[in-house]
C-alpha cells in the first residue's frame, strides 16, 4: 500500500472494511434436503456424491 498515490490510499483506507469469511458445516444438511425433496428416501442411508462417474467424493451422508 506504500506505493499507492496519496489520493488512492487515502480513499483506500477511508472504504476499506474488514472481511470475515464464516464456514458452517451443518452436520446431515444435504441429507436432509434431499429426505425434504424426495419423501421415498426417509427410511433408507443417503449419500449425496457428484453423478457421472464410477468413483467420486462424498458430500455428505446420512448416519
Same mark, same amino acid.
Given at each position: %500500500? !506504500?506505493?499507492? @498515490?496519496?489520493?488512492?490510499?487515502?480513499? #483506500?483506507?477511508?472504504?476499506?472494511? @474488514?472481511?470475515?469469511?464464516?464456514?458452517?458445516? &451443518? !452436520? $446431515? #444438511?444435504?441429507? =436432509?434436503?434431499?429426505?425434504?425433496? $424426495?419423501?421415498?428416501?426417509? $427410511?433408507?442411508?443417503? &449419500? &449425496? =456424491?457428484?453423478?457421472?462417474? =464410477?468413483? =467420486? /467424493? /462424498?458430500? $455428505? %451422508?446420512?448416519?
Amino acid at each position: %500500500m !506504500a506505493s499507492l @498515490p496519496q489520493t488512492t490510499r487515502s480513499i #483506500f483506507l477511508k472504504y476499506h472494511r @474488514p472481511r470475515t469469511v464464516v464456514h458452517l458445516n &451443518i !452436520a $446431515d #444438511f444435504a441429507v =436432509a434436503v434431499e429426505r425434504r425433496v $424426495d419423501s421415498r428416501l426417509k $427410511d433408507y442411508p443417503v &449419500i &449425496i =456424491a457428484p453423478g457421472g462417474s =464410477a468413483r =467420486a /467424493v /462424498v458430500y $455428505d %451422508m446420512s448416519e
